[in-house]
């Protein structure tokens, strides 16, 4: 059972999540890379983030945690179009199915890695 509340959501969206006692989980960002460091679909924003919710899943999962455990996502976008932005988080949010954390959405100029559009990091928390 996940240790996370979610407070809301209002007018879909989600404005905040508490947490019991336990242990907080920090992931970095999760970039859309496979196994060998190489940036998948270049300049496809739906599979770049479909791509980094699996890496961060695998993160969540070595820390003993899975996505209902998630409190805060933050989804990041190097596009000029405000539309890319939503394609982004439309994947972000079916990933999580039912689970809505608290989330922030923003347009950056540059990510990491050539190629990258999308990262995505979160903050979960688990039960003692």
């Known amino acids: 059972m996940s240790s996370v509340?979610?407070?809301g959501p209002?007018?879909?969206h989600t404005r905040s999540a508490t947490t019991a006692p336990g242990?907080?989980?920090f992931t970095a960002g999760a970039a859309p890379i496979d196994e060998n460091g190489v940036t998948v679909a270049p300049g496809n924003?739906?599979?770049q983030a479909r791509r980094c919710m699996k890496n961060l899943e695998d993160a969540l999962a070595e820390a003993g945690a899975s996505l209902t455990d998630v409190a805060k996502v933050t989804v990041?976008?190097?596009e000029h179009l405000q539309a890319d932005l939503v394609v982004a988080w439309d994947v972000v949010t079916a990933a999580f199915g039912d689970h809505k954390p608290a989330g922030s959405l923003l347009g950056v100029s540059v990510l990491a890695y050539?190629?990258?559009l999308v990262e995505?990091?979160?903050v979960a928390a688990i039960a003692p």
């Open 5 to 7: 509340q979610i407070n």
């Open 10 to 12: 209002e007018n879909g």
């Open 23 to 25: 242990s907080l989980v």
């Open 45 to 47: 924003v739906s599979e």
């Open 76 to 78: 990041f976008v190097a």
């Open 114 to 116: 050539d190629n990258q």
């Open 120 to 122: 995505i990091e979160a």
